[in-house]
Each structure stands twice: as C-alpha cells, then as structure tokens.
C-alpha cells in the first residue's frame, strides 16, 4: 500500500459523489450540461486585484481554450494578455497566474496538477511551473479555469477562494512562517477540505529563485516564490467545491481504467521502485551526471547518493501524489537526526554531486532547508557552485566580497549558505539574486563558471555527453530545463549517438519539446508518457470524452507546437535575442575529463548547427524569430488577442 493514496483516493471520490449527487445522477461520472460550456471547463477566469482588493469572474472564448487547453499552453496566452509588455517581474504589473486543464478533477490519474504562470524574475521571461497536489483540486472547485492575480497588496495579506468569490485577510501573523506552517495554521481555521499555497521566507525576502509550496509539494522554477512575495501575498486558500462535469462520463471511465492499469505496469516501475534516484547510478555510469560545478560528468561519491543505496539503507516510505496511482515519492531518514524527507534525482544532483557532497545525511538537511525556506533547489545548488568556484579562483576577495566560509564538499557550509541566501544575510543577498546576476555584479570572467541558460541554473544532464539535450537545454523558453524538453530520451534511444552532435538533433529536440507541452497543458503526469503508445491519439481520445469536441490528433499536435511558440512570442516581446539561445561557456569550450565520455566536448559550431535545425523543425526563421507563416498557421493572433 502507498501510503497517502487512501488519502488521495477518498478525496477524489469525495468530489467526484458530491458533484453527481448535485447533478441527480447514479454513482459514477456526470455529464456536462448540454449547450453550455465545454465539458471540464468554467469558461471564465478569476481575476483578483490585490491592490483595489477587488475581484471579478471574465469570460474566456471557446476558441482560446480549445487552441490552448490548459496549463503552461493557457498559461502563455494568458501572460501575453495580462502582462504589459516590459514589466518589471517584481513589479505590481506582473500578474501571477494559476491555471487549471479540463482533466484536472477526473478520474484520470496524475492530473491533480496545476500550473503557475509569470514573467521570471530570474530570467525575465516567461517561466511555468506545474505543481502536483491537492491544492490543484481544489482549485478547479473554485468556479474559473484560471485565476490572476495582478497588483500589490498595502500589507501582507492572504486569499480565501471558493465558487462563490474572494476574501482578503490580514497575513502579517503569518509573515516570516515557513509555508507548510502557514498551510497548517490556516486549515485549522478553516477546516480540512481547505488546500493552500503557500511561499516561505525566501519568497517574502524575493529571492529570485523562491518556490510556491502547497501539500508538501513545490512549483519549483523560474522564481514564482518571489513573484507571490513582491504582490505582499503569503498564500491562497481554496474551498475544495464540485467541478465542470464531462462531456461523455462513461467513455471517460473506461480511459481512465485503461491509464489506471497501464501505470502500475512495467512503464512506471523505475519510479515506483526508486523513485527518480535511479538516475543517479545511470548517469553516472554513463559520465552524464555533473559534478563540481559541470567540471566533470562523473562523482567519485555517487555511491553513497545512489537510489538502490538510499533504498536499501534510509528508505522509510513511498508517497503519491494526490489523484496518483504511480507513487514516486520516496522518504528517506537521516543517520544523522532521525528525521526523515523526500528526494529525488535533481535535488540529490543539485545539493550532492554538483557541490561535490557524497554525505546523504548532508544532502538530506540541505533538501529539508530548501523545503522549509522555499528554494528550487537547482538554482540554490547551482547558484552555490558558481559561488564555490568563483572563490577558489580568487574571484570574490578581488570583488571585494568576504569569504564563503565553505567549499566544495562541505554539507554543513552548504547548509550555512542555503539560509543566507532565503534571509538574504551577507553573500546570501548576493547569491539571491542567482547565478548569473550574482556573477554580472563579482566580475572578473566569473560569468565563466555561471552554470545556467537565459539565467536559470542547469539541471542535472550534462550537454557534452547528452547531445540531443544539449540543444533541449540551450533552445527552452524559460531557460535550462529537463521538464519541457525530454530530449534526452532521444539521446538514449537506438541510432542516435549521445556523443556527437548531427542535424536530426533540432527535430528530435522539436518532437520531444512538443510531446512535453500537450503533456503540459493537459497536465499529465511525465512519468505516464511510456504508458501511451501514442500520446497524440490517447490525448484526444481523453479530451473528446471530457469536453465533448471533435478533437484529432493532428489537432493536438497543431495545439503542442502552438504552446511552444505562444511562449517564445512573449519572449520576443520581452527582449529575447538570438545569443539567449545557448550554453555555457564552459560545455562550449572544455571537454569532460572523466568517465566513458573523456575527450567528449560540444562546439559552438556544433551547437549552432544542430539550433538552426531546431529552428527549422518549428518553422521559424534562421535568425529564431517565428515567421508570419508560421504565426497564421498557428493562429498566434488570433489565441493571444492581438489585430491580424
């Protein structure tokens, strides 16, 4: 048994008999009301004004939620609407959106998902981040299929939604909390069908790369934390209600009983058995996992950070998702403490090897801080590695900075560093601001060992040996990201040679990117991707059953391809030039020294290569503009508001 599923199981079939006792019907699914809006949909928009503390309900076109869906898609159109053009991130101008899809709040599993959409204050483009957890449910309940938040509040305040409307109260009690302890108190006030999100200390403080927190669960990237803090908000609370129903309940049963037993087959057991940890021992057989700041591919103390060794030694239990069948979540205990949290691959990556830490215990304390203060631990780890190297190279003594107090290896200075950074104490205020800022401000050719594309710290995959990827990482919207492009399913595939750089790269990088965008705007769970012979086919199949529209394949592919370019319009609206779209100096012009890629290096003729046939994958002009063609084809006028 996975422990919390009971949890998500009794939740969900607590809204799934409320709304069909509303409706009249047997139990089992409600249909939605001829002749109104799709099935799975509100058709409107929640928009709350922090500053006038004033709220409506907008209506949302058929058209624009046919040709987006929902989620990061949605999301796009929605920020190139609401979002005057030049904002400020941490500006009142910025609006900070919370979007839901027509899946969320079915039986369908792992989409209890929701997503957070907004200008970064990382890297000043669009960032979207998909968050798993009963918060999502809730707010599908909450009468609108998105809601925006614009504006700053006079004093910190938190939200109280349901179906009915907004109530804005008093959050200065709360200010200074952690989330999850914000969380708590508010659901003892207002009882336990109340889900909240939340941010913690480093969101109030704006640290660039802070996290919204909600059912012990995080959207994670591109500093939506410290957009929720710059509007004076602590966090949102939603009233669990009943929801859209669907088009055809019975069609959407037998989907959703097929997708059931699919991820409790072989497709999911990676995640089941180890959770994400696996990768650990993969990447670093095959010198794809970074360490010391991206100077090698391979940890000498991967071993102990291993997920067949946490299992086998520190493994307390395995968690789900709400909504979820598959269960990856593994805990694990401290030696150290007793105390026991979550990890998985990135966050072991960020705070272990990249920081050359082999310490597990160390590693364990470093993923409970960020937790607790709300720090995306991939910008913090990488954001701490540029720091390392930048003082070993004598870097911030001729800036002027006081020493770090820490090095490489060293799990309790990274500890230190991890709450300087969300108090903004000392270098931490410097560090706050991320890598590449951080750098910009030390000088001296520090930007060198800055680890991050468009501002955002790179993920756990290492470009020179992962080619494919390399070009997912160097080419994505919201900066270096493993979620949106899963190109490097590509570089472990059959005929594709991981180590060398080709032209069949920018299509592969295209395909992957836009199976990860109809995944995204449906908000399915990643992790189901292999239990779908056709994403395309099974995706419409699902949507036909829910919303009741005639949707094709090709129309979703039509609806993945548009999510990709929605983003990079507002990008280009934003200032995105054609450097933006690359890699670090470093992967450009060293080669990795260890491991079964020593000597493998990635060129930035290479690099250029395979990104002008990316380029020419999406129909975009050389120069990565996308052309007027492309725009009619896509109808990008049309979905994002503007004249023809």
């Excluded at 601001?433 to 468009?454: D, F, I, N, P, W």
């Amino acid at each position: 048994m996975i422990a919390g599923n009971e949890e998500g199981r009794a939740a969900l079939a607590s809204l799934f008999e409320d709304r069909l006792t509303r409706a009249g019907g047997p139990l089992g699914w409600r249909s939605a009301p001829a002749g109104e809006v799709p099935g799975g949909y509100w058709g409107r928009l929640l928009h709350v004004d922090l500053a006038r503390r004033r709220w409506e309900f907008l209506p949302l076109e058929e058209q624009l939620l046919r040709r987006t869906i929902g989620g990061g898609s949605l999301g796009a159109a929605l920020l190139h609407r609401w979002c005057p053009a030049g904002a400020d991130p941490l500006g009142p101008e910025n609006p900070l959106l919370l979007v839901t899809s027509p899946l969320l709040g079915t039986p369908l599993t792992t989409t209890a998902k929701y997503t957070v959409v907004t200008k970064s204050p990382l890297t000043g483009f669009i960032t979207d981040s998909l968050s798993s957890s009963f918060f999502a449910l809730a707010l599908k309940g909450c009468g609108a299929d998105a809601v925006v938040l614009t504006g700053r509040a006079s004093q910190p305040t938190w939200l109280e939604l349901d179906g009915s409307g907004v109530r804005f109260h008093d959050a200065r009690a709360l200010w200074g909390r952690p989330a999850g302890e914000a969380a708590r108190t508010l659901r003892d006030r207002l009882g336990r069908r109340v889900r909240v999100a939340a941010i913690g200390p480093a969101g109030e403080r704006l640290v660039r790369f802070a996290t919204i927190s909600n059912d012990r669960r995080h959207a994670g990237r591109g500093g939506v934390g410290a957009v929720m803090g710059s509007k004076n908000l602590k966090a949102v609370a939603v009233h669990s209600g009943p929801v859209p129903g669907a088009a055809d309940p019975q069609a959407l049963l037998e989907i959703a009983a097929r997708v059931r037993e699919r991820s409790l087959g072989p497709a999911t057991l990676k995640y089941r058995s180890l959770g994400t940890t696996a990768n650990v021992a993969l990447f670093n057989r095959l010198a794809a996992l970074p360490s010391y700041n991206f100077r090698r591919s391979t940890f000498d103390g991967a071993e102990r950070l291993t997920g067949e060794t946490l299992a086998a030694e520190r493994r307390v239990k395995r968690l789900s998702c709400a909504g979820c069948t598959v269960g990856c979540e593994h805990v694990f205990k401290s030696a150290k403490t007793g105390g026991a949290g979550r990890l998985e691959y990135e966050t072991l990556f960020a705070l272990g090897p990249l920081l050359g830490v082999s310490d597990p215990d160390a590693v364990l304390q470093s993923a409970q801080l960020c937790d607790l203060l709300g720090l995306d631990t991939i910008s913090a780890g990488g954001t701490i590695a540029w720091a390392l190297e930048a003082e070993e190279k004598g870097l911030f003594a001729r800036a002027g900075f006081a020493p770090l107090q820490a090095r490489f290896g060293d799990g309790e200075g990274v500890a230190r560093l991890l709450t300087s950074i969300a108090e903004r104490r000392g270098v931490g205020d410097l560090l706050a601001e991320g890598s590449l800022r951080a750098a910009r401000t030390v000088g001296g050719g520090s930007e060198h060992y800055a680890m991050q594309v468009k501002g955002m710290e790179l993920p756990g995959y290492e470009p020179r040996s992962l080619q494919t990827m390399a070009v997912g990482l160097a080419v994505g919207s919201r900066g270096a990201c493993h979620n949106r492009s899963g190109a490097y399913e590509a570089d472990f595939s059959p005929g594709v040679d991981r180590l060398r750089a080709d032209e069949t790269r920018g299509r592969l990088a295209a395909e992957s990117e836009d199976r990860s965008s109809l995944m995204d705007s449906l908000v399915l769970c990643k992790f189901l991707r292999h239990c779908f012979e056709d994403v395309y086919e099974q995706g419409a199949e699902m949507m036909r059953a829910v919303t009741g529209w005639d949707v094709t394949p090709a129309e979703l592919r039509t609806t993945a391809e548009r999510a990709t370019s929605l983003k990079k319009a507002f990008n280009l609206r934003e200032g995105w030039t054609p450097a933006d779209d690359t890699l670090p100096e470093r992967i450009l012009t060293e080669s990795l020294p260890s491991g079964v890629a020593a000597g493998v290096s990635l060129t930035r003729e290479d690099l250029r290569m395979m990104i002008d046939a990316y380029y020419e994958a999406r129909g975009w002009a050389k120069d990565g503009t996308i052309t007027p063609a492309t725009r009619q084809r896509l109808d990008l006028a049309g979905v994002l508001g503007e004249s023809s």
